[in-house]
Protein backbone atom coordinates (compact mmCIF):
# COMPACT_ATOMS: atom_id res chain seq x y z
CA UNK A 1 0.00 0.00 0.00
CA UNK A 2 1.09 2.91 -0.90
CA UNK A 3 0.81 6.45 1.17
CA UNK A 4 -1.92 7.43 -0.96
CA UNK A 5 -3.78 4.79 -0.34
CA UNK A 6 -3.05 4.75 3.09
CA UNK A 7 -4.49 8.31 4.09
CA UNK A 8 -7.14 7.79 1.95
CA UNK A 9 -8.14 4.63 4.04
CA UNK A 10 -7.60 6.38 6.83
CA UNK A 11 -10.11 9.38 5.64
CA UNK A 12 -12.94 6.19 4.88
CA UNK A 13 -12.40 6.86 1.37
CA UNK A 14 -13.22 10.36 1.28
CA UNK A 15 -10.43 12.47 -1.24
CA UNK A 16 -12.03 15.47 0.98
CA UNK A 17 -10.65 14.21 4.42
CA UNK A 18 -8.00 12.14 3.22
CA UNK A 19 -6.92 16.26 1.51
CA UNK A 20 -6.59 17.75 5.41
CA UNK A 21 -5.06 14.62 6.49
CA UNK A 22 -2.34 14.49 4.19
CA UNK A 23 -1.43 18.47 4.53
CA UNK A 24 -1.86 17.66 8.52
CA UNK A 25 0.97 15.07 7.76
CA UNK A 26 3.13 16.88 5.61
CA UNK A 27 3.21 19.56 8.25
CA UNK A 28 3.93 17.94 10.89
CA UNK A 29 6.64 15.64 10.06
CA UNK A 30 8.00 18.96 8.25
CA UNK A 31 7.91 20.46 11.29
CA UNK A 32 9.74 17.66 13.29
CA UNK A 33 12.61 18.39 10.17
CA UNK A 34 12.84 22.00 10.22
CA UNK A 35 11.13 23.90 13.49
CA UNK A 36 10.77 27.37 11.69
CA UNK A 37 7.77 25.42 9.27
CA UNK A 38 4.60 26.36 10.45
CA UNK A 39 1.30 25.48 9.15
CA UNK A 40 -0.68 28.35 8.13
CA UNK A 41 -4.40 28.84 8.53
CA UNK A 42 -6.48 32.05 7.80
CA UNK A 43 -9.85 32.62 8.50
CA UNK A 44 -11.29 33.07 4.91
CA UNK A 45 -9.04 30.66 3.05
CA UNK A 46 -5.34 29.53 3.25
CA UNK A 47 -4.29 31.64 0.09
CA UNK A 48 -2.44 28.92 -1.13
CA UNK A 49 -0.57 28.23 1.55
CA UNK A 50 -0.56 25.17 3.66
CA UNK A 51 2.92 25.54 5.36
CA UNK A 52 5.55 28.57 5.51
CA UNK A 53 9.01 29.07 6.48
CA UNK A 54 10.52 32.36 7.14
CA UNK A 55 14.15 31.99 5.77
CA UNK A 56 15.47 35.39 5.84
CA UNK A 57 13.76 37.40 9.26
CA UNK A 58 15.41 40.52 8.12
CA UNK A 59 14.68 40.70 4.44
CA UNK A 60 11.21 38.90 5.09
CA UNK A 61 11.82 36.29 2.89
CA UNK A 62 9.42 33.11 3.34
CA UNK A 63 9.17 29.63 1.47
CA UNK A 64 5.52 28.02 1.23
CA UNK A 65 4.76 24.59 0.80
CA UNK A 66 1.03 23.61 -0.94
CA UNK A 67 -0.14 19.93 -0.28
CA UNK A 68 -2.02 18.58 -3.04
CA UNK A 69 -3.90 15.56 -2.46
CA UNK A 70 -4.18 13.97 -5.97
CA UNK A 71 -3.47 10.60 -7.69
CA UNK A 72 -2.10 12.14 -10.59
CA UNK A 73 -1.27 15.08 -12.20
CA UNK A 74 -2.78 14.20 -15.85
CA UNK A 75 -6.13 15.84 -15.44
CA UNK A 76 -6.39 19.04 -16.39
CA UNK A 77 -8.63 20.20 -13.30
CA UNK A 78 -5.54 19.06 -11.02
CA UNK A 79 -3.25 20.94 -12.99
CA UNK A 80 -5.46 24.15 -12.30
CA UNK A 81 -5.31 23.57 -8.92
CA UNK A 82 -2.16 23.64 -8.76
CA UNK A 83 -1.85 27.03 -11.23
CA UNK A 84 -4.02 28.49 -8.71
CA UNK A 85 -2.20 28.07 -5.74
CA UNK A 86 1.12 29.03 -7.37
CA UNK A 87 -0.22 32.20 -8.28
CA UNK A 88 -1.46 32.99 -5.06
CA UNK A 89 1.05 32.55 -3.22
CA UNK A 90 3.55 34.76 -5.98
CA UNK A 91 1.01 37.72 -4.62
CA UNK A 92 1.86 36.62 -1.39
CA UNK A 93 2.42 39.86 0.78
CA UNK A 94 6.15 38.81 1.65
CA UNK A 95 8.58 38.08 -0.52
CA UNK A 96 8.63 34.43 -1.21
CA UNK A 97 11.75 33.06 -2.51
CA UNK A 98 10.47 29.05 -3.14
CA UNK A 99 7.36 27.48 -3.55
CA UNK A 100 7.13 23.74 -2.60
CA UNK A 101 4.46 21.23 -4.38
CA UNK A 102 3.67 18.79 -1.83
CA UNK A 103 2.22 15.63 -3.63
CA UNK A 104 1.59 11.76 -2.12
CA UNK A 105 2.39 9.84 -5.40
CA UNK A 106 5.34 9.69 -7.67
CA UNK A 107 4.75 11.81 -10.91
CA UNK A 108 5.49 11.07 -14.33
CA UNK A 109 8.10 12.49 -16.40
CA UNK A 110 5.45 14.55 -17.92
CA UNK A 111 4.60 15.59 -14.89
CA UNK A 112 7.33 16.25 -13.82
CA UNK A 113 8.22 18.95 -16.83
CA UNK A 114 5.33 20.26 -16.95
CA UNK A 115 5.88 21.18 -13.18
CA UNK A 116 9.66 22.38 -13.62
CA UNK A 117 9.10 23.91 -17.27
CA UNK A 118 5.64 24.96 -18.18
CA UNK A 119 4.22 25.60 -14.96
CA UNK A 120 5.96 29.07 -14.06
CA UNK A 121 5.34 30.12 -17.75
CA UNK A 122 1.20 29.35 -17.90
CA UNK A 123 1.12 31.01 -14.40
CA UNK A 124 2.89 33.97 -15.54
CA UNK A 125 0.60 34.35 -18.32
CA UNK A 126 -2.31 34.68 -16.39
CA UNK A 127 -0.67 37.33 -13.21
CA UNK A 128 -1.21 40.81 -14.40
CA UNK A 129 2.42 41.47 -12.75
CA UNK A 130 4.41 38.26 -13.26
CA UNK A 131 7.77 39.79 -11.65
CA UNK A 132 6.76 37.88 -8.51
CA UNK A 133 7.68 34.34 -10.10
CA UNK A 134 11.15 35.67 -11.83
CA UNK A 135 13.52 34.95 -9.15
CA UNK A 136 10.50 32.19 -7.41
CA UNK A 137 12.28 28.74 -6.94
CA UNK A 138 9.66 26.03 -7.78
CA UNK A 139 10.01 22.65 -6.35
CA UNK A 140 7.99 19.66 -5.88
CA UNK A 141 8.01 17.03 -2.81
CA UNK A 142 6.46 13.45 -3.52
CA UNK A 143 5.07 10.26 -1.81
CA UNK A 144 8.11 8.38 -1.66
CA UNK A 145 9.79 11.39 0.16
CA UNK A 146 6.43 11.40 2.52
CA UNK A 147 6.95 8.01 3.16
CA UNK A 148 10.57 8.70 3.94
CA UNK A 149 9.54 11.14 6.50
CA UNK A 150 6.94 8.91 8.03
CA UNK A 151 10.05 5.60 8.47
CA UNK A 152 12.23 8.81 10.21
CA UNK A 153 9.38 9.94 12.55
CA UNK A 154 7.51 6.48 12.71
CA UNK A 155 5.99 7.09 15.96
CA UNK A 156 4.44 10.14 14.71
CA UNK A 157 2.88 9.12 11.71
CA UNK A 158 1.86 6.12 13.27
CA UNK A 159 -0.23 7.86 15.42
CA UNK A 160 -2.04 9.95 12.51
CA UNK A 161 -1.94 7.13 10.27
CA UNK A 162 -3.18 4.13 12.74
CA UNK A 163 -4.58 1.93 10.21
CA UNK A 164 -1.82 2.05 7.98
CA UNK A 165 1.55 -0.81 8.02
CA UNK A 166 3.20 2.38 9.61
CA UNK A 167 1.47 1.67 12.81
CA UNK A 168 2.33 -1.61 12.49
CA UNK A 169 5.86 -0.82 11.67
CA UNK A 170 5.96 1.39 14.97
CA UNK A 171 5.74 -1.58 17.12
CA UNK A 172 7.88 -3.90 15.62
CA UNK A 173 10.35 -1.11 15.61
CA UNK A 174 10.01 -0.86 19.34
CA UNK A 175 10.54 -4.56 19.36
CA UNK A 176 13.59 -3.98 17.09
CA UNK A 177 14.92 -1.64 19.83
CA UNK A 178 14.71 -4.19 22.54
CA UNK A 179 16.06 -6.90 20.87
CA UNK A 180 19.19 -4.35 19.57
CA UNK A 181 19.29 -3.76 24.03
CA UNK A 182 19.45 -7.39 24.45
CA UNK A 183 22.19 -8.25 21.38
CA UNK A 184 24.77 -5.20 22.91
CA UNK A 185 24.16 -6.78 26.41
CA UNK A 186 24.83 -9.92 24.60
CA UNK A 187 27.63 -8.99 22.54
CA UNK A 188 29.43 -6.85 25.42
CA UNK A 189 29.65 -10.17 27.47
CA UNK A 190 30.74 -12.37 24.98
CA UNK A 191 33.23 -9.94 23.91
CA UNK A 192 34.17 -9.54 28.09
CA UNK A 193 34.54 -13.80 28.44
CA UNK A 194 36.83 -13.51 25.53
CA UNK A 195 39.24 -10.22 26.55
CA UNK A 196 39.32 -12.11 30.19
CA UNK A 197 40.82 -14.99 28.52
CA UNK A 198 43.21 -13.16 26.26
CA UNK A 199 44.66 -10.87 29.04
CA UNK A 200 44.90 -14.23 31.40
CA UNK A 201 46.51 -16.28 28.29
CA UNK A 202 44.98 -19.40 30.09
CA UNK A 203 43.94 -21.14 27.04
CA UNK A 204 45.22 -24.43 25.85
CA UNK A 205 46.25 -25.58 22.28
CA UNK A 206 44.07 -28.53 23.37
CA UNK A 207 40.95 -26.47 24.24
CA UNK A 208 41.22 -24.36 21.44
CA UNK A 209 42.16 -27.22 18.79
CA UNK A 210 39.20 -29.26 20.56
CA UNK A 211 36.76 -25.95 20.29
CA UNK A 212 37.81 -25.47 16.56
CA UNK A 213 36.61 -29.40 15.90
CA UNK A 214 33.51 -28.36 17.34
CA UNK A 215 33.02 -25.17 15.55
CA UNK A 216 33.68 -27.26 12.05
CA UNK A 217 30.36 -29.50 12.90
CA UNK A 218 27.38 -28.26 11.05
CA UNK A 219 28.17 -24.94 9.54
CA UNK A 220 28.37 -26.92 5.92
CA UNK A 221 24.67 -27.75 6.70
CA UNK A 222 23.31 -24.62 7.54
CA UNK A 223 25.41 -22.69 4.53
CA UNK A 224 24.12 -25.20 1.73
CA UNK A 225 20.19 -24.62 3.21
CA UNK A 226 20.97 -20.75 2.89
CA UNK A 227 22.13 -20.74 -0.63
CA UNK A 228 19.33 -23.09 -1.67
CA UNK A 229 16.53 -20.38 -0.05
CA UNK A 230 18.75 -17.69 -1.91
CA UNK A 231 18.96 -19.68 -4.95
CA UNK A 232 15.18 -20.51 -5.42
CA UNK A 233 12.60 -17.95 -6.34
CA UNK A 234 9.57 -18.88 -4.72
CA UNK A 235 11.15 -18.96 -1.39
CA UNK A 236 8.71 -17.19 1.09
CA UNK A 237 9.22 -15.29 3.74
CA UNK A 238 7.86 -17.70 6.47
CA UNK A 239 10.33 -20.00 5.09
CA UNK A 240 13.00 -17.68 5.35
CA UNK A 241 11.98 -16.95 8.93
CA UNK A 242 12.02 -20.63 9.79
CA UNK A 243 15.58 -21.26 8.39
CA UNK A 244 16.79 -17.73 10.48
CA UNK A 245 15.30 -19.00 13.71
CA UNK A 246 17.53 -22.18 13.05
CA UNK A 247 20.48 -20.79 12.22
CA UNK A 248 20.21 -18.32 15.29
CA UNK A 249 19.91 -21.12 17.82
CA UNK A 250 22.86 -23.05 15.97
CA UNK A 251 25.14 -19.78 15.54
CA UNK A 252 24.31 -19.33 20.00
CA UNK A 253 25.17 -22.46 20.73
CA UNK A 254 28.17 -22.40 19.21
CA UNK A 255 29.51 -18.12 19.60
CA UNK A 256 31.34 -19.94 22.75
CA UNK A 257 33.13 -21.95 20.23
CA UNK A 258 34.03 -19.37 18.40
CA UNK A 259 35.86 -17.24 20.85
CA UNK A 260 37.57 -20.27 22.52
CA UNK A 261 39.30 -20.87 19.38
CA UNK A 262 40.25 -17.38 18.44
CA UNK A 263 43.71 -17.99 19.41
CA UNK A 264 44.26 -20.29 16.91
CA UNK A 265 41.79 -19.11 14.16
CA UNK A 266 41.82 -14.91 14.57
CA UNK A 267 38.34 -13.47 13.96
CA UNK A 268 36.49 -16.33 14.59
CA UNK A 269 34.77 -14.99 17.96
CA UNK A 270 33.84 -12.06 16.04
CA UNK A 271 32.43 -14.17 13.02
CA UNK A 272 30.34 -15.97 14.92
CA UNK A 273 28.73 -13.26 17.03
CA UNK A 274 28.25 -11.56 13.62
CA UNK A 275 26.26 -14.25 12.62
CA UNK A 276 24.10 -14.95 15.09
CA UNK A 277 23.19 -11.28 15.22
CA UNK A 278 22.20 -11.15 11.53
CA UNK A 279 20.41 -14.34 12.03
CA UNK A 280 18.20 -12.26 14.33
CA UNK A 281 17.87 -9.38 11.90
CA UNK A 282 16.92 -11.71 9.49
CA UNK A 283 14.16 -13.07 10.98
CA UNK A 284 13.09 -9.68 12.23
CA UNK A 285 12.71 -8.89 8.09
CA UNK A 286 11.13 -12.32 7.33
CA UNK A 287 8.24 -11.66 9.78
CA UNK A 288 7.76 -8.11 8.74
CA UNK A 289 7.79 -8.99 5.02
CA UNK A 290 4.99 -11.27 5.92
CA UNK A 291 3.02 -8.59 7.63
CA UNK A 292 3.86 -6.05 4.43
CA UNK A 293 2.62 -7.96 2.01
CA UNK A 294 3.73 -6.98 -1.46
CA UNK A 295 6.25 -4.68 0.13
CA UNK A 296 8.98 -4.55 -2.86
CA UNK A 297 11.36 -2.95 -0.31
CA UNK A 298 10.99 -5.34 3.06
CA UNK A 299 12.02 -8.49 0.44
CA UNK A 300 14.56 -6.87 -1.06
CA UNK A 301 16.20 -6.03 2.38
CA UNK A 302 15.41 -9.78 3.55
CA UNK A 303 17.19 -10.96 0.16
CA UNK A 304 20.01 -8.30 0.94
CA UNK A 305 20.49 -9.62 4.71
CA UNK A 306 20.13 -13.04 3.15
CA UNK A 307 23.38 -12.91 1.07
CA UNK A 308 25.45 -11.03 4.06
CA UNK A 309 24.48 -13.54 6.16
CA UNK A 310 25.67 -16.27 3.34
CA UNK A 311 29.07 -14.31 2.91
CA UNK A 312 30.03 -14.24 7.09
CA UNK A 313 28.84 -18.01 7.22
CA UNK A 314 31.65 -18.85 4.33
CA UNK A 315 34.15 -16.92 5.64
CA UNK A 316 33.85 -18.68 8.81
CA UNK A 317 33.48 -22.03 7.33
CA UNK A 318 37.15 -21.49 5.16
CA UNK A 319 38.84 -19.35 7.93
CA UNK A 320 38.11 -22.53 9.96
CA UNK A 321 38.92 -25.19 7.57
CA UNK A 322 42.62 -23.54 6.74
CA UNK A 323 43.33 -23.39 10.19
CA UNK A 324 42.41 -27.22 10.85
CA UNK A 325 44.48 -28.07 7.43
CA UNK A 326 47.52 -25.88 8.36
CA UNK A 327 47.43 -27.79 12.20
CA UNK A 328 47.23 -31.19 10.28
CA UNK A 329 50.21 -30.18 8.44
CA UNK A 330 52.20 -28.86 10.66
CA UNK A 331 51.60 -32.55 13.09
CA UNK A 332 52.32 -34.50 10.14
Not at 117 to 138: F, G, K, P
Not at 211 to 232: C, E, F, M, P, Y
Not at 303 to 323: D, K, P, W, Y
Request: proline residues 2%; aromatic residues 4%; neutral net charge.
Amino acid sequence: MDIYDAILEEANGSSLQGGHLHEELWNRLLRLEDARHHNVRVTNGDHGIDGLVLTDPVLGHVSIYQAKFFRDLAKEPHREAVRKSLARAAQFAATVTRWTLLLPFMPSAADVAWIVSDLRREVASSLTQSSALANLSIEYRTGEYLNDLCLRHLADAAAMLPRSVLALSSRLADADERNRLIEREMVDRLRALNDHSIRAHQMQSQRAMGALKILNQGWADHTVALGILRRVPGTTPKEVETFAAQLEAFALARTQHALDADPIAAGAGDLGSRIYILSRHLRASAVRAQVARGDTDAEERMRSQMNELQESCQQLRALVGIRLFELSQNRS
